[in-house]
């Protein structure tokens, strides 16, 4: 796809001037093999010269939950020609970080360059992915920022709750409400059943102004099906959007969630299922290791159309 610049044509006594270079925008969908799972972003392989603004409404223009924008590297890169800066657009407004954007990037740069180590400076930090190919097919794991969680007033989990149309009865108790941090921040809550997770309809606006309030990027809705497979829904109101499909940034905060409350060891690779009641199934793996607190989040990424 591609999106011009929208400037109004020149009066015919006018001067003629150059037309504007059109913007490449490539559509991939990360953490699934089918273009019609997982979770959608927009890339743009060469944002250079592009503004807050532009990138704002092209994002806007191409409607997923986030669309990158890729630019040259900080100055004294190690490997300039494989680290780059990283940005990231909801319809509404800039991410501080985004998974399934980082992926998709990631992916669309190895199928140009070559698989192997990548690394990218976004506004939450520097975050390394690494991509090989497995029978074909392209994978990718990100390595989070330094996560961390806090505590979530109370008056604020019942609002949340209230939003959601949850009775406190419907969460898990051996999930506490907490705000969890791995480059962006989500209110993880525990649904006591699949039933739960599963019956999503919640007051739009309502929910939004608790996340601005609270600085949120989405709300993660968590139910444990085994000791390590999960299924999670992320309503993202403050993106313009009723619900992220397959919520990278998200997977690595709820990792670091698991393992600060003793609910997974040091030790873990867990399995994540999103998108199932969206109709866009995705599949996410999430990998904690002993002594590094960074979270790693893996999947795949295919081109749509």
């Known amino acids: 796809m591609t999106i011009t610049d929208g400037t109004a044509a020149s009066p015919a006594s006018a001067a003629p001037t150059a037309p504007a270079t059109p913007t490449e925008v490539l559509r991939y969908t990360a953490f699934s093999t089918d273009p019609a799972g997982g979770n959608p972003a927009g890339v743009v392989l060469d944002a250079a010269g592009l503004d807050d603004a532009e990138l704002l409404r092209i994002a806007a223009e191409v ?31 800039e991410v501080s970080f985004c998974g399934h954007a980082t992926v998709a990037t990631a992916v669309a740069l190895a199928e140009r360059r070559g698989p192997g180590e990548f690394v990218f400076a976004t506004r939450a930090g520097t975050v390394p992915v690494s991509v090989a190919e497995h029978d074909g097919v392209l994978r990718a794991t990100l390595t989070s920022v330094e996560p961390h969680t806090e505590e979530t007033a109370a008056e604020d989990v019942a609002e949340a709750l209230a939003a959601l149309d949850w009775p406190a009865a419907d969460l898990d108790p051996a999930f506490p409400p907490r705000i969890a941090y791995a480059g962006a921040r989500h209110l993880v809550l525990g649904a006591a059943t699949r039933e739960r997770l599963a019956a999503l309809d919640y007051d739009f606006e309502r929910l939004a102004a608790l996340m601005r309030k609270l600085d949120l990027t ?8 085994s000791e390590s497979v999960f299924h999670v829904r992320d309503p993202f109101p403050v993106g313009g959007v009723v619900e992220d499909p397959a919520t990278g940034a998200a997977a690595a905060a709820l990792g670091a969630y698991l393992r600060e ?3 997974v060891g040091d030790d873990a690779t867990l399995t994540l299922h999103q998108g199932d009641d969206l109709g866009r199934p995705g599949v996410l793996e999430v990998v904690l290791r002993p002594g590094d607190p960074r979270v790693r989040v893996s999947g795949t990424a295919t081109r749509m159309g």
């Open 63 to 93: 409607g997923y939950s986030e669309t990158a924008f890729v630019t040259a590297p900080p100055e004294g890169a190690a490997e300039p020609d494989r680290s780059f800066t990283l940005r990231f657009f909801s319809p509404l407004a």
């Open 218 to 225: 989405t709300v993660q809705l968590v139910w444990r099906e």
């Open 261 to 263: 409350r003793g609910l």
